[in-house]
């Protein structure tokens, strides 16, 4: 009932800036938890950043201090900036929400986009 559509990706050098964006859809009653993780070659998914719906953050180690990650609750959008990019950061990342989907259930389910690509160039 929640669909995620994902833009901002793209190739940026060393150094340079992105700002990742996700627009959540569909039929649900609230959203509290957004967030980006990512997928490097070979390597397992990991978390970048959260955001609830109060508006508290967490962030892996690697991207304290480059990326913040911020939400605007009337348009159920969530987003990522990405600055100081590194190598490193050269991943598939993915939104995500945790999601109500109706009154009745208090408990909620987790949605993922399809994922955009951010390739950084030494």
């Known amino acids: 009932q929640v669909q995620l559509v994902e833009s901002g990706g793209g190739l940026v050098q060393a150094g340079g800036s992105l700002r990742l964006s996700c627009a959540a859809s569909?039929?649900?009653?609230?959203?509290?938890?957004m967030g980006w993780y990512r997928q490097a070659p070979g390597k397992q998914r990991e978390l970048v950043a959260t955001?609830?719906?109060?508006?508290?953050?967490n962030y892996a180690d690697s991207v304290k201090g480059r990326f913040t990650i911020s939400r605007d609750n009337a348009k159920n959008m969530v987003y990522l900036q990405m600055n100081s990019l590194k190598p490193e950061d050269t991943a598939v990342y993915y939104c995500?929400?945790?999601?109500?989907?109706?009154?009745?259930?208090?408990?909620?389910?987790?949605?993922w986009g399809q994922g955009t690509q951010v390739t950084v160039s030494s």
């Open positions: 955001i609830i719906s109060g508006g508290s953050t």
């Open positions: 569909g039929r649900f009653f609230s959203i509290n938890a």
């Open positions: 995500n929400v945790d999601a109500r989907i109706s009154f009745s259930t208090v408990t909620q389910n987790r949605y």
